[in-house]
């Protein structure tokens, strides 16, 4: 079974500043999917980023990256000029590829506030 | 916007009552899904779907039934609701042409058991 840890329950960053949330993993799998969502308080869970486990590259989308260690199971999202509607939980998720399920294993998340 | 609807999207109901939530989807998704939320675990699957009649169990199952007759609808049944049950659940689905597997999920049915 796959487990994410976010030890960072919650978060504050200034407004135009740069933050890190983390995420680490663990599983014996070598080939997934991992992802960043994001639930403002609209309750709305919103999709930011994914990162496929064969690509050494990390992603990027606009002002959110993330830094992916596949030998250290780790996948931090860092979010650069920080705005206030960035605020909301920050979930980390784990995709196993492979059989019919297509799962997705969540992180506890992080609440992360945007301070003017 | 994926095209996903849940309703009711707020219920209080008693201890005991069986409890029906709808997931409709408008865009012939082959894989549905029912997560339920709490805080501190973050979102945990309850059960899914890969086809219609075709459900499998997931994490937290227990106490939860699914039904897929036909492609748009994924109804997910308490039969007889407990305090436990209160929580707020998510249908989500994945694209089936998409190759990089990503879910998206609906508003949400806060659930709220008496």
């Known amino acids: 079974a796959q487990t994410v840890t976010q030890s960072q329950p919650e978060m504050s960053v200034q407004e135009a500043e740069t933050v890190t949330l983390s995420c680490t993993y663990d599983t014996s799998e070598n080939n997934y999917y991992l992802f960043w969502y994001k639930q403002p308080p609209s309750r709305q869970m919103i999709l930011v980023i994914r990162q496929e486990a064969y690509k050494q590259q990390n992603a990027t989308e606009n002002r959110f990256s993330v830094n992916f260690q596949k030998a250290a199971k780790s996948f931090s999202l860092k979010i650069s000029d920080s705005q206030l509607g960035d605020t909301a939980m920050y979930f980390c998720?784990?995709?196993?590829?492979?059989?019919?399920?297509?799962?997705?294993?969540f992180g506890s998340g992080t609440q992360l506030t945007v301070l003017p | 916007d994926a095209g996903i609807t849940q309703s009711p999207r707020h219920k209080v109901t008693e201890t005991g009552t069986p409890v029906t939530l709808r997931c409709h989807q408008t865009e012939n998704h082959r894989y549905m899904y029912w997560y339920r939320q709490d805080p501190g675990h973050g979102l945990r699957l309850i059960h899914y779907s890969y086809g219609v009649k075709d459900t499998d169990k997931g994490e937290v199952s227990d106490g939860y039934s699914v039904s897929r007759s036909k492609t748009e609808d994924f109804l997910l049944t308490l039969e007889s609701a407990t305090s436990s049950q209160t929580s707020v659940y998510f249908c989500?689905?994945?694209?089936?042409?998409?190759?990089?597997?990503?879910?998206?999920f609906g508003p949400g049915t806060r659930l709220t058991v008496t």
């Open positions: 989500a689905i994945s694209a089936r042409d998409s190759l990089a597997y990503e879910q998206y």
């Open positions: 998720a784990f995709m196993k590829l492979g059989g019919s399920a297509r799962q997705l294993t």
